[in-house]
């Protein structure tokens, strides 16, 4: 009996192959966003997590030179005899044939757990690391790019090293690069003995570099992985959706044989369990295909991603893609849990309906009636969550527990609200085939509302993150346009070459402005403290957000401090309350709190004066130049050469901005193309919704043709209709992705950095999308009415003489 | 001539070669005239009615409506003539499924754009639909279907009825009232009536009867 | 203190070993070996012997504070060599690892230091006498005056020494033998140090005077393969003697022991395995192991038959190869104090 159930219910995929095949397409699909997106997560995340290995000295504070050049190996020696824990570290280029080497050389000893890559520092050989020709670690593709060349250490391949990197031994590095005795800077390891001389005293030379030095980098970093992060999410959910919709349509496609299966006398128990197996089946064949096409959407955007992170961290990263079993396992498993979700539901109500239960499409959108009223009510309670959340909630789990509430209230509000809109339209139809046109969409809405759903996921994530993009951009520029306002940047070797440099440049430029600063604690956390000239660049330009009146003023007059907004939130002050400094007798009034995107620490903002009175320890190095932009670049040519300074120390604002901008750039290149692929995926389960109802609709078609409409007329109609769902959609979209780009700038931000981004909305955007929407919507509906228009009368006629 | 329908021919394509259906049929039926068309079950009794209504073509032969040769008019002319002068009762009723049984009733009607709304009620009344008015097809039992699929054949007051066993589901005095109601109609508007129907006894009552075996009239 | 060398070797020349530069019996592939016949050589013995594959000097104090309160201090510079002999620069086959701790009754301090030689930050010479590694350092005009200093995160001391007895040759003239098979390491001691100084802890210093002792030794052999553990004293008696004895725990159950009996007078007398006697009397648990921080010790040739019970238990080094030492209270037919020291638990 069993096979002969098995036969038939096969027989059914067999007469339908189109069913068969959007329904593994359908499945497929889903599981190859997800794991798209996750292999390129798995891989970004990989990749930051050796390019922050790699770059793991920059978690420690350093001691550089203050000239940029190399320095003798007995400062630091004398160093460790005056009790600092410093470690040396010698880097230059070597060009070996072909390919340019960066060689980073490590005393492996004395070196800080931590600053060097896992795999370099884990392994046991010592002596061999040491002894020439000592061992070099480098990436596996460098490994084999230099295989072969003389003069070099035994190469190691590791996937700890980023690509054209080699890591080796310091004195092996000082032979290789012919820098005898020679160091590039030191490593300060965190934990240091409670004696030491003072720096000065030793190293004059030396400057300590706080370990946050790459912060803004580290944050935009950041930055992107939440994004992919959040589009992870909600590739998740839009994937969810289309699995759901094409396994429940698949079982209500059946339903007709299920009920005479069970008038035959097939028990319930073995229907459902061969019904459990095959989706079981379904789901790994559709699963496999999907992991693989999501492997083939990753291998396809990670060269942006790569080239995102080599902005970022202006390194080498491999552009490949390595297969990870993690994410093989994780596509299948989305697949498996998918479609056992969307069967559970549909076994569910097949075990609970009685076996002669009508199997009239009109009956299951009625059954599904009640179950509207469930969902809705589901989406209240999930809308309720994420307010609650948003009021009460705090923390990154929170921001993204409010991004999933969110979002899935919405999908499970869709077909309520689109029924009840629908059902208005019908009541306010005049004519006889408005009226049926609404009545049939209302009825339709059961088969195409996960389809609908996953579309609105997608319009909302796209809205959504779209907004949230384009306002960081936006936010980021302006903040760059104002924080570098100076034409350039310049940064003295000492003292006395700053005062020269002052003295040089007075007649040359328009101002000077010393951009002098110290480290101290300030309101119980470590945190940066400037002091700036009474000057119209800072008047015109400074990004504030909120501030008491006259405040620059208040700034000269050396009574007022600004602090930036990270300081604001974390020590809860605000313009107006007072705060004290280290070292200053009473206390200062915040007269303002200004934006400092990308800056993880707090940072306060003092009148020069009150500055250099409070802290004249502080170097006085660093000076903005305001100068006619067009003669900035001579003037950093003439500065170089009358100084000798090295090009290190003088920045070029628009090249900072133009680099700036460009990682912002392709960081979300990224982004973009999974926006429109998440669009195209779900039109396509549209598509696929649309074709298998489409078989299902014939009957309901049918009458109405043979009342006098042409086929024509109804394929027009049955195209009008999926518009119209779609402008439907894309309407409640809206804000939907707005409130999730809210979510995403008020609330995951600000738990992930500690800064709020203002939100800009851009409607063209949303044009756009909605003629995407259109479009999506359009396409998919096309083939099914086009089938319509040209089925042939014998078709529609077999409705009349066939028992339903 | 109302409908004049001469040596018809249709086959049906299957698996296992043509099916040969009508092999030449050929009747008339005048205005205000009413025909019975008996035949054993597979005979091709509903594949006749189907061309008739313009729904299929035949594959050889001419069916003309009113002297209109169904065979020239084109898709949105079949559709056309479907839509205002012909009243379809399907053996399986055809009912649409999301328009409740008002709607239903006058669709066609509406369609056609000659609502009457007192002979709708008039119909409703005769048909017994009064309290079904709300329901939707699937809350009615299969006579109810067929009861309304009569009414919303006759609603548009149609030229020709064509009318595919519109008794089968219903009891004996039902369906002697639709039959009376239907030939009422007929009588009325000069309207034709070409009725398929299984029971002699019905049949007996229609002006003629023609009985389809071995694909021809006999 | 052949133990510490013996794990030191684990790590740095393990990997030789796997590499075929070394062979694993006495013979170590270039370095000189311990020769019985050889004679000590003063100043130069205080010195490096970079031939050698080990070496180290090792400073242990019992202190009492202006406080009332007992202490002790380590101070140890060890040496090993990946291949014999010096050079220049990191290309030197040399490197260094410091030990530095303080113990009070409730509190045990450890830092620990690695360097490498030829660049400066860490290395010994004989005359004017001087071992350092980073700001760490045991310096004098000589051995018999030296000056001692070291710091960690949370403490720090500086001490002077100065000797009030000879130096005194471990085993036969300073050959000392560490295992039935014939391994061996040159050893001398200075157990005469009188100590006064300062210790520098997180409340404050403390001025502390009391008794100290130096261990030369250097070696180029590792110990059996079947000896696991050693378990080391060195002891001040209140009458003016020392002892000295250790015990290699071998895996079949037995010991090997040897100990030195150094009079008031400075006269040494050395005894070989198993005239001395070491039992565990009390165990404590340490750092998640078992540990005897309480020791029986016999020496029936001398009539010595005392307890040994830590100062503070928890004196445990958390170092890169941890182990356990720390000051002891002496009781029983001889009171006084000293250091132990445990390793391969
Ligand atoms: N779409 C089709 N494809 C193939 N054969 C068909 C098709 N539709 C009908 N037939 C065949 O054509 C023949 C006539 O069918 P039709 O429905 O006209 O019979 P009928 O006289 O109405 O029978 P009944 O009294 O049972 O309703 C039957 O043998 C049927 O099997
Ligand atoms: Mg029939």
Known sequence: MRRATLSAMLSHWLRHPLQLGSLLLGLALATALWSGVQAINAEARASYARAAQMLGQDRFAQLVPRDGQRFDQSVFVALRRAGWQVSPVLEGALQTDGQQLRVLGLDPLSAPAGSAPQTVTGRGDLPGFLTPPGQGYAAPQTVRALAGQPGLPRLIASDDVLPGLLITDIGIAQGLLEASGQVSRLILAPEQPRRRAPLAAIAPGLTQRPPQARADIAALTDSFHLNLTAFGLLSFAVGLFIVHGAIGLAFEQRRPMFRTLRALGVPLRSLIGLLMAEVLILALIAGLAGVALGYGIAAALLPDVAATLRGLYGAALPGTLSLRPAWWAGGLGIAVIGAGAAAGQSLWRLAHLPPLAPAQPRAW???????????????????LAAFGLAVFGSGLVAG?????????????????????????????????????????TRQQLPGLSLALMALLLALAANIGVGTMVSSFRLTFLGWLDQRLVAELYVTARDEEEAARLRQWLAPRVEAVLPVW??????????????????HATYRDHWPLLDALPGVWDRLAAGEAVLINEQMARRAGLGPGDALTLPGANGALIVAGVYSDYGNPHGEALLGQGLFTTLYPQAPRLRHALRLPPEEAPALARALVREFGLPAGNIRDQAAIKAVSVQVFDRTFTVTAALNVLTL???????????????????????????????RAHLARLELLRALMLAALTMVLAVPVGLLLAWALLAVVNVAAFGWRLPMFTFPADWLRLGALALLAGGLAALWPALRLARMAPADLLKVFAHER | MLLEARDIEKSYGTGAGAVRVLSGVSFRAAAGESVALTGESGSGKSTLLHLCAGLDRPDAGEIRIDGQALGALDDRGRAALRRDRIGLVFQQFNLIPSLPVAANLSFQARLAGRQDAAWCAALAERLGLEGLLRRYPEQLSGGQQQRVAIGRALAARPRLILADEPTGNLDEATGDAVLALMLELVSETGAGLVMVTHSARLAARLDRRLHLSGGRIA | MNVKALILWLLLAAPLWAQGFAGLGGG?????????????????????????????????????????????????LFRTALAPGEAEGWQSPQLWMGHAALTTPERHFVAERLARGGVGQAGAQAAPFEVWVDEWRMAGPDVSEIALTANGADFGYDLNLSADGPLIPQGAGGYSVKSAGGQASHYYSQPFYRVAGTLHL??????????GWLDREWSSQPLEATQEGWDWISLHL?????????????????????????GADGRAEPFGDGALRMTPVERAAVAGRDLPVGWRVELPGRGLDVTLRALNPESWMDTLFPYWEGPVRVGGSHPGRGYLEMTGY
């Open chain 3, 202 to 211: 997180p409340e404050g210093s403390v001025s502390v005077s009391g008794q």
């Open chain 1, 517 to 534: 600063s110290i480290e101290a604690p300030v309101a119980g956390a470590p945190a940066q403290i400037y002091g700036v000239a009474d």
């Open chain 3, 238 to 262: 209140d009458e003016g003697a020392k002892l000295m004895g250790f015990q290699l725990r071998q895996s079949d159950g037995t010991t090997y022991t040897s100990g030195t009996w150094i």
């Open chain 1, 400 to 440: 993204f527990a409010l991004l999933g509430a969110l979002l899935l209230a919405a999908a499970l509000a869709l077909p309520g609200i689109l029924a009840l809109g629908l059902g208005v339209a019908e009541r306010a139809a005049k004519g006889v085939l408005a009226q049926w046109f609404w009545a049939d």
């Open chain 1, 365 to 383: 959108a009625r059954a599904s009636a009640r179950g509207l009223w469930r969902q809705g009510a589901a989406a209240l309670g999930l809308g």
């Open chain 1, 680 to 710: 195209g995926v779900a039109g396509l389960a549209m598509l696929t919704s649309l074709l298998t109802l489409a078989g299902m609709r014939l009957p309901q078609l049918a009458p109405v043709w043979a009342l006098g409409l042409t």
């Open chain 3, 28 to 76: 170590a592939e270039g370095f000189a070996t311990p020769s019985p016949g050889t004679v000590l050589e003063f100043p130069a013995d205080h010195g490096p012997h970079p031939d050698f594959r080990i070496e180290w000097w090792y400073l242990t104090a019992n202190l009492r504070g202006a406080d009332g309160r007992d202490y002790g201090v380590q101070w140890t």
